[in-house]
């Protein structure tokens, strides 16, 4: 081969360095949003303690166990006035 040939088979070559640079920010990537998963956990783990919370709140009030048997009461009521005799 000659100078020239040399030459073109070395600009011709594809080069292995696209693909490792890919692998390189794929891998950084990775590495960074890997503790974002663990505060993602953190933040529905406290908004599902807070929503217990305020339903047990909820639930032990007294006049409201009152309130949805007067309710459920006057559903089925209705339901059956509305049936034939």
């Known amino acids: 081969m000659n100078e ?3 030459h073109m088979a070395v600009v011709a070559r594809p ?3 696209p693909g490792k640079m890919q ?4 891998k950084a990537r990775q590495l960074a949003e890997r503790g974002m998963a663990t505060a993602e ?3 529905g783990i406290l908004a599902a303690v807070a929503l217990a919370l ?3 709140k909820v639930f ?3 006049g409201f166990l ?3 048997m007067k309710l ?3 559903i089925f009521d209705k339901i059956l006035g509305w049936l034939p005799s």
Not at 23 to 26: S, Y
């Open 54 to 56: 305020v339903l047990l």
């Open 66 to 68: 009152d309130t949805i």
């Open 41 to 43: 956990y953190a933040v």
């Open 23 to 26: 692998r390189v920010k794929k």
């Open 15 to 17: 080069s292995a360095e």
């Open 60 to 62: 032990n009030a007294g």
């Open 72 to 74: 459920v009461t006057s």
């Open 4 to 6: 020239s040939m040399t």
